[in-house]
């Protein structure tokens, strides 16, 4: 027996939403690997920190990426093939991540002003490590940091150190630079609505997902429930 125009667009829905799960479990799993092994940032692994934040991101954007990729191909395979044991199992992983991402979230909120602070200790330490030793690995961190917050350095746009790596601007505006770890701990603090609205929405996503697998999976069920039976007869 068929499935019917429901379970047709659900099923559909959770091949096309595995697909593009797929993606973002590979593009995040390449990016950390790069993070990790590439020989521009394999230094950044020896910065003696107090707190690792840039190692354990890395670890995790490995791992998260991994662990996305396991989830979509349960999910294409159970999909695709009508498969009730991988659909549980990808049920199961799905909720999870839903679970993770609502608790991340939440967390991101509450306590916006520690990451932020953390994050500004990171860019503190990569700054002295980068002045001390002029490690070409740190000016790549710093000049990410510089153009992506359009800052420069830890006192502003005064900061004559580390003035190679700050965004290029006009002449004026170059004396306008702000220091780098408060607008990092403004942006945390200011932003922390928006980052926890993408996280909750990420998981809304993902228990839609989850609606439409169930309903696959009971669709799927009750297939084979009212699939005929055939007994042979031995004949004497």
């Known amino acids: 027996?068929?499935?019917?125009?429901?379970?047709?667009?659900?099923?559909?829905?959770?091949?096309?939403?595995?697909?593009?799960?797929?993606?973002?479990?590979?593009?995040?799993?390449?990016l950390g690997l790069w993070l990790r092994f590439s020989s521009e940032t394999r230094g950044f692994f020896n910065i003696d920190l107090n707190t690792q934040q840039f190692v354990i991101g890395v670890s995790v954007l490995i791992a998260l990426g991994a662990v996305i990729l396991l989830v979509a191909a349960f999910g294409d395979y159970g999909a695709c093939n009508e498969n009730r044991t991988a659909l549980g199992v990808f049920s199961c992983l799905l909720g999870i991540l839903a679970g993770v991402q609502i608790g991340v979230g939440v967390i991101a909120y509450v306590?916006?002003?520690?990451?932020?602070?953390?994050?500004?200790?990171?860019?503190?330490?990569?700054?002295?490590?980068?002045?001390?030793?002029?490690?070409?690995?740190?000016?790549?961190?710093?000049s990410i940091f510089h153009n992506g917050l359009h800052c420069c350095g830890i006192i502003g746009a005064l900061d004559f150190l580390v003035k190679k790596t700050c965004p290029k601007t006009g002449f004026i505006e170059t004396f306008t630079l702000p220091?780098?770890?408060t607008v990092i701990v403004d942006i945390f603090v200011s932003k922390a609505p928006l980052v926890m609205g993408l996280f909750l929405g990420t998981a809304t996503m993902l228990i839609t997902a989850l609606v439409c697998c169930s309903i696959l999976m009971k669709q799927i069920k009750m297939n084979q429930l009212s699939a005929p039976v055939y007994y042979s007869q031995s004949v004497n």
């Open 1 to 30: 027996m068929a499935l019917d125009g429901c379970g047709q667009l659900c099923k559909c829905i959770l091949i096309l939403f595995n697909i593009i799960f797929a993606l973002v479990g590979l593009a995040m799993l390449g």
């Open 179 to 181: 220091a780098c770890p």
């Open 111 to 142: 306590r916006s002003d520690e990451v932020g602070k953390q994050l500004a200790e990171f860019y503190t330490t990569v700054y002295a490590q980068y002045v001390a030793k002029g490690d070409p690995g740190m000016a790549v961190t710093l």
